[in-house]
């Protein structure tokens, strides 16, 4: 370590201060406020904080790598998971499918002898793998246990001399590892050929059956349905137009079709990737359902562990592009199916549009031959209107006589009516009016009867506030002499304390102690001090014994004290000063409940 440099070291201060700071300069370096510097203690303590602080990296480091370590664990687990649904759903599509195959075959063998050649033909796909394995697969895992079986033993046999003596030469074993090793090499490049040649002829075939299918399909898209052809129209015009529309409605799907095929062509010739690495990239993205919590985290995962040649940024942006292309994959099913629906509601307007055409065609010619008949029918008819109008005015002539004369009886009757309730009316009065009278009468003489009966109540009243008045002198008088015997009493016993006082006082002063002057004893010994002084009394002294007898509860009696046991848990649990301890320890009841006398009242204040 360098000595410090006392020209840059700056200290702020007071004027007050001077002195304190001129005293220990004028001292010196021997100054007792000053000691020198143990340079090798503070490199030890030095030491001891690197070593802290390398412990504290390890552990962090260690720490870390536990942590990516759990990660990694998460997130194989949750791959383990996705991998076991894919595997079952894989497996039953499979089952279902050779099912399904297997009873097509079933079916169709009866009836075509090229069925019966596909199931020679697997049976002896069959029997080649199994003797495949059997002279390829076999060997080798009786080789692999024979090898595990050779290691146990040489492990056993280690440190003793018989293993230079032992039945198996390891070089012959070398050898012949050797030679299976070049056998596999060699079975496995001639069925890597196969499968190459395999995969070229499966390819030229794809490439014709879609070439022949896509002009099958062109050719299908555009054709004009052969419903419409053969459609039964009267009107030539009407089904021309109708197969121009078919033709114009489908060469307008055909083109949005064609720029969708070339959207996809350009995505497919823009990527880079091979076919390998494709075909891994869509077998990952379909094992990972789309509705899967942190899906792309996932994918790409495990993308980066079977393509580690290619980045997160390429498989990001391949997947993008995956995306949008199956995105314009669902538009392009979505227009093929809008097609195909489209077509189906076409044709069937058509054909209505053309039965409707038919039966608008044999109406004219029905109504052609009909007018005649029609121009007749509607002469005779014309006549009958004519004769029913005729009838019709009549009738209504008679109907508006009829009509007059009801009126006329209705006014007459509505005016007797009226005559009826003007003299019904008048005796109603009358009868109202005999009614109040009566009810006016009835109540004059309640009147009277309430006079005399509130006359009655005044009289009793007057009488019973006589009866009162005297009833109160006599309370009064009562009351009065009560209180002059009370005053008595209390005189009287006022009397008797100061007697019992005086008796008191004198019984004092008979039994009063009266102690002799003695100065001698002021400054005697004590008994206290001469024990103290060990200097022995007249009687033995017995230190262990208690000054006072005690007449109080042991402790087994206070240890079965409920309160004191629930105070002591409470102590030990460190709960003892809480709220919910000052609440529930009042309300614990002693073992034995206390006298009514001696009940306490500390908690109830």
């Known amino acids: 370590m360098s000595e410090p440099d006392h020209g840059t070291f700056f200290n702020t201060h007071r004027n007050s201060d001077v002195e304190n700071l001129v005293i220990p300069i004028r001292d010196g370096f021997f100054s007792s406020k000053y000691k020198p510097v143990d340079y090798k203690h503070l490199h030890e303590l030095a030491a001891v904080k690197k070593m802290a602080s390398e412990k504290i990296q ?95 033993e040489m492990q056993c046999y280690l440190s003793e001399e018989s293993c230079l003596k032992f039945k198996i030469n390891p070089v012959e074993m070398l050898q012949q590892i050797k030679f299976v090793k070049k056998q596999q ?114 994918c790409l995962d495990v993308l980066q562990r079977y393509l580690p040649h290619k980045s997160r940024h390429d498989l990001v942006v391949h997947k993008k592009a995956w995306d949008h292309y199956h995105f314009i994959r669902s538009r392009r099913r979505a227009l093929i199916l809008d097609w195909a629906q489209t077509r189906k509601a076409f044709l069937l307007k058509a054909v209505t549009t053309a039965a409707e055409a038919s039966a608008a065609h044999e109406m004219e010619v029905v109504l052609a031959n009909t007018r005649q008949k029609q121009l007749e029918i509607c002469a005779d008819l014309k006549a009958k209107v004519l004769q029913w109008k005729a009838q019709q005015e009549e009738a209504a002539k008679l109907e508006a006589a009829i009509a007059a004369r009801r009126k006329e009886e209705k006014n007459e009757k509505e005016r007797l009516q009226k005559e009826q309730e003007i003299i019904r009316r008048a005796q109603e009065k009358e009868k109202v009016k005999k009614y109040w009278a009566e009810k006016r009468l009835k109540w004059q003489k309640q009147e009277e009867k309430n006079l005399q009966h509130l006359e009655e109540l005044r009289k009793l009243m007057s009488e019973q506030a006589v009866k009162d008045r005297e009833r109160v002198k006599f309370r009064r008088a009562l009351l009065e002499k009560r209180l002059l015997e009370k005053k008595e009493l209390a005189l009287q016993a006022a009397h008797e304390e100061e007697e019992k006082k005086k008796c008191l006082e004198l019984l004092r002063q008979q039994v009063a102690v009266v102690a002799k002057l003695d100065p001698a004893r002021v400054v005697a010994d004590t008994v206290a001090s001469k024990a103290r002084m060990s200097i022995r009394t007249k009687e033995e002294f017995d230190i262990q014994k208690p000054l006072f007898q005690l007449h109080t509860y042991n402790e087994q009696q206070i240890i079965s004290d409920p309160r004191l046991r629930v105070e002591l848990a409470l102590r030990e649990a460190g709960l003892h000063k809480t709220l919910y301890a000052k609440e529930i320890l009042p309300k614990i009841p002693p073992l034995k409940l206390p006298r009514r006398d001696m009940e306490s009242t500390a908690f109830k204040m």
């Open 185 to 298: 090499k060699a079975v496995l490049e001639f069925l890597t050929l196969e499968s190459l040649a395999l995969k070229r002829e499966m390819e030229d075939y794809k490439t014709k059956a879609l070439a022949h299918s896509l002009e099958e399909k062109n050719g299908l898209f555009l054709e004009v349905p052969s419903a419409l052809l053969s459609l039964e129209c009267p009107y030539p015009d009407l089904k021309t137009f109708l197969i121009n529309e078919c033709r114009k409605l489908a060469s307008g799907y055909w083109s949005k079709l064609q720029e969708i095929d070339q959207q996809l062509e350009v995505l497919l010739s823009n990527t880079e990737w091979n076919e390998e690495d494709q075909w891994i990239f869509q077998a990952v993205i379909n094992q990972y359902p789309s509705d899967l919590q942190k899906r792309l985290k996932l």
């Open 58 to 152: 390890l552990k962090i480091k260690r720490t870390e790598q536990f942590s990516k370590n759990n990660k990694e664990q998460m997130l194989l687990k949750q791959h383990r998971q996705v991998w076991w649904q894919e595997h079952k759903r894989l497996s039953e599509n499979r089952q279902k499918a050779e099912a399904e195959m297997n009873a097509f075959l079933d079916e169709e063998s009866h009836k075509h002898k090229f069925f019966l050649d596909i199931k020679d033909l697997e049976h002896k796909l069959s029997e080649e793998r199994d003797t495949y394995q059997t002279n390829t697969i076999a060997p080798i895992w009786q080789l692999k246990e024979n090898l595990k079986l050779w290691l146990n």
